[in-house]
């Protein structure tokens, strides 16, 4: 690498609400990049940076943003990566930037039980704070036929050994996921895998194919008929209905979403509910599936 400059390997992905943040790809790519639904990272294989380049981007990095205080580490999966590097990693970041207030990354259940609560809580205690964690689903039938590589047990397991460690964590579902056949278990195992995991925030996104439908059931080795805009509406209903979180906060306001709720969980609940109703109820059903079949999401 050159020493004056850094190249980004695209695409970049980063939640929302790490839209102000520093980016250090540590990784290029996603370690499973196997999910049927996903194409974030299908155009890229996945390496690890050598250590020597992870230095000299967080110099580099540093000198150009020394105020900083939000870093999101990237690609896909932060604990594809061995536990001595992202100590290092972490460790160098709070040495060279003294105004860092938060350090995230994405995680999967998968490799996040690879690691013990021993070297998460060491992770922890060294600045890695927030993890964003795809869960997708808490049915173990849409999470197989979607080759997620996990079940509904060893997510919560997971998710419980991240919050243990004192992670903050932030979970995605995936609306529509199951299709018209899974649509209710994937509704109502995905609210009780919540309910045990209590996250810290949830965020409600809706399925997507931007590579075009007819790839993504191409690619998939099951029949899936997509959900109406109606339907989406009624699993966001169904799975708001069976949830029972304390103190979590919803949203569901990505590019992908229909309906923009933002709010505490359960304290919004069932004004959500009933914002739904009104809206299921007065909403024209339309046979037409929901396809989004958009390339910016
Ligand atoms: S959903 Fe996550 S784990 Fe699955 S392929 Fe995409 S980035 Fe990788």
Do not use: F, G, L
């Given at each position: 690498m050159n020493e004056s400059f850094l190249v980004y390997h695209e695409p970049v992905f980063r939640p929302p609400s790490e839209a102000n943040s520093i980016i250090l790809q540590v990784t290029h790519g996603c370690e499973w990049n196997r999910c049927t639904f996903c194409e974030m990272y299908s155009s890229k294989r996945f390496s690890i940076k050598p250590w020597s380049t992870i230095q000299k981007e967080i110099n580099l990095l540093s000198g150009l943003?020394?105020?900083?205080n939000r870093l999101f580490i990237g690609d896909g999966d932060i604990f594809a990566v061995d536990f001595e590097t992202i100590l290092q990693t972490i460790l160098l970041l709070k040495k060279s930037f003294t105004k860092l207030r938060r350090i995230s990354s994405y995680a999967s259940s998968r490799t996040l039980n690879s690691f013990s609560l021993e070297q998460l809580k060491e992770l922890k205690s060294a600045g890695l704070d927030l993890l964003y964690i795809g869960l997708e689903s808490g049915d173990d039938q849409v999470l197989s036929i979607m080759n997620k590589g996990t079940t509904f047990q060893e997510q919560e397991k997971a998710a419980l050994k991240a919050k243990a460690a004192g992670f903050k964590l932030s979970v995605m579902i995936l609306n529509g996921l199951g299709g018209t056949e899974y649509s209710q278990n994937h509704a109502i195992n995905s609210a009780k895998l919540l309910n045990r995991i209590q996250p810290d925030l949830l965020a409600l996104l809706v399925i997507s194919f931007p590579l075009g439908y007819d790839h993504f059931k191409n690619r998939l080795k099951h029949p899936f008929e997509a959900l109406s805009q109606l339907e989406i509406l009624k699993e966001m209903r169904l799975l708001l209905s069976h949830l029972e979180l304390k103190s979590t906060v919803f949203r569901s306001?990505?590019?992908?979403?229909y309906l923009v709720f933002k709010g505490g969980l359960n304290r919004d609940k069932d004004k959500f509910i009933n914002q739904l109703d009104h809206i299921i109820e007065h909403t024209i059903q339309v046979k037409k599936p929901h396809i989004n079949e958009s390339r910016f999401l």
């Open positions: 943003h020394p105020s900083a306001d990505h590019a992908s979403n």
